[in-house]
Each structure stands twice: as C-alpha cells, then as structure tokens.
C-alpha cells in the first residue's frame, strides 16, 4: 500500500505512512501562470493500493483531490481509499430552500467516479457518508482531543447545542468530568444566539467542545455566558478548524484561555494528531 498526500494534508499523510508502515508516494504539485495546478506521481504505483489523503477546504484542495484521484488511476493503481480528513460543504447536508444545491452530496458523488473506498473524520452529520456511492467511514477526533484535555483538570464538558451533546459526554466519559450542553440558536450564517440556562460554571475550569469553528461566532457568545457565570477557565475545542476571518481575535476577546483543534486543517491551533484515529479505523475496514 502507497500513501498519497495531497498539499492541505501532507502532514496527516506523512503521519499514516509512518502508522501503517506504507511508503509515501513522491508527488510535484506547482501551479501554471494563471493558477491553474499541475500535478505528477512520480513514484511506481502500477497494481499498488494507494491511499489518497487530502482535506477538501479551501475549495482549491478539491480541485488538487480530483487530479490526485485522476493521476493516481492514470498511474495503473489497484484500490484506491480517498481519505478526507475535513470534508468541506458538510454543513449544506440538505436543500434548506427550494433552487439550493445540496453542496454535501455533489461533492460526496464526485470523490466516488474515481475511487473504491472513502473515509472522513466527523462528519458535520453522519448521513452524509450515505452521499457517496462507494463505501464511505468516519473515525471520531473525540477520544483523541478528550486524551489530551484529560490532563488539564477540566471540571466541565460544554457542548455548544443540544444536539451536539453526544460528544461532550464521550468526551466527559473519556476524561472522567461533568458535561452539559448551551442553548444556541443560529439566526443565519453568522449570529448565534445563546438562551439564558444555569450551567452550574461557577468557578469551574470548563471545554466546550465542537465539531467546527468557523467564524468563531458560537463559540465567542457561549464564552460570554460562561464569563457572566463566573467560570474560572475557558477553553475551546474543535476537530476541524476553519477559523474564518476574525474568528481567533472574537474568540479570544471574549475570553477564551487555549484553542484547540486537530490537524485535519492545519493551523497553530493543531495540538492533537488525527492520523492515529484514522489508521484505527482503515485497519478495521
Ligand atoms: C454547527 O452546526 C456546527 O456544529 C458549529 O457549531 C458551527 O459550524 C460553528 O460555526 P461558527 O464558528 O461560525 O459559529
């Protein structure tokens, strides 16, 4: 087996390489004049499985998956697993208004004409991995950011909506503390609101946990509240870090003490490797 890692997730290949003992594949990737990308395999994959890694945000990096998945079958490869460590447009899961895409499944369609296998880390919903055609797994960052918050002494576990109260407990479990959910509601792409609900912070070092922090927006109102309520410490936990435009800068202002994501989209924020979590889960499928 041969990995393949695209240019937004080289680390995460380089990582998978070393877990599963699988060479990775020499690769030029350069861009023409006028921005257009050029791409070459320059490694013998002829009847080799390959494992292509590459997260689909910003929309570039879907461009560079469709030409490795093309170069890679030009290149005689066998089987062929597109690992998608962040798979962007989950969050248009379905037509909110009548004339809208449904962003999720174009993209999920298109990964599956050149592939045998696909695999991605939370998913905004789980039913999106019935979007692709071939067979399609999610591993969960949960174990792997609760291991690491585990040793912070963390009195609470915040997830910022009900629905996603699912993961603070599995973290909460993980890590051995209480955990609860926020009341948000969103009123469009960018304002939250946050209903009034005692979460018992006071004085208490609490995570609130997400799959997403986009413009940071959920997470600057809920550090507020916790603020109000006279919490003691602050931080905020994300699988995939979007970080758009000012997020950070809200985030921090509102009064947030660490930031923490996995490194499905790298950033200065990636403290927690997710290569681990995903090779678990190729070795069981
Ligand atoms: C929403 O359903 C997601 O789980 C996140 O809460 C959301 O994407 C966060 O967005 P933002 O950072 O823009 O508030």
């Known amino acids: 087996m041969y990995v393949v890692g695209g240019t937004a997730s080289k680390t995460v290949a380089e990582d998978l390489s070393k877990e599963l003992h699988a060479p990775l594949v020499k690769t030029i990737s350069k861009r023409f004049p006028d921005d257009e990308l050029y791409i070459r395999i320059l490694d013998d ?3 080799e499985d390959v494992i292509i890694v590459q997260t689909t945000y910003p929309d570039s990096n879907i461009v ?3 030409l490795l998945q093309n170069a890679v079958k030009e290149a005689g490869a066998n089987k062929v697993t597109v690992i998608i460590p962040y798979l ?3 969050r248009q899961d379905k037509k909110f208004e009548t004339g809208e895409p449904i962003s999720a499944r174009a993209i999920a369609e298109h990964i599956s004409l050149h592939a045998d ?4 880390v939370d998913p905004h919903k789980q039913h999106i991995l019935d979007f692709f055609t071939i067979p399609a797994f999610s591993c969960s960052a949960v174990p792997e950011l609760a ?7 963390i009195d609470m576990v915040l997830a910022p909506d009900e629905g996603a109260l ?3 407990r599995q973290a909460s479990d993980i890590m051995g503390c209480n955990f609860d959910y ?3 509601t969103r009123i469009n792409g960018a304002t939250v609101e946050i209903k009034p609900k005692n979460l018992q912070a006071n004085n208490k070092k609490v995570v609130i946990i997400d799959d997403i922090i986009s413009t940071g927006g959920t997470m600057a109102k809920s550090i507020k509240e916790l603020k109000k309520q006279g919490a003691k410490k602050i931080l905020v936990v994300c699988t995939h870090g979007l970080f758009a435009g000012e997020a950070i ?3 921090i202002s509102a009064g947030c003490n660490e930031i923490i994501s996995t490194d499905t989209i790298r950033s200065e924020f990636s403290k927690v490797k997710i290569a681990p979590c995903i090779s678990q889960l190729l070795s069981s499928n």
């Open 166 to 168: 699912d993961r603070a």
């Open 64 to 66: 560079e998956l469709f």
């Open 88 to 90: 962007g447009y989950g």
């Open 45 to 47: 994959i002829s009847g």
């Open 147 to 153: 291991l690491y918050l585990k040793k912070k002494d």
């Open 182 to 184: 926020i009341e948000k």
């Open 249 to 251: 800068k809200k985030i």
């Open 117 to 120: 296998k696909a695999i991605t």
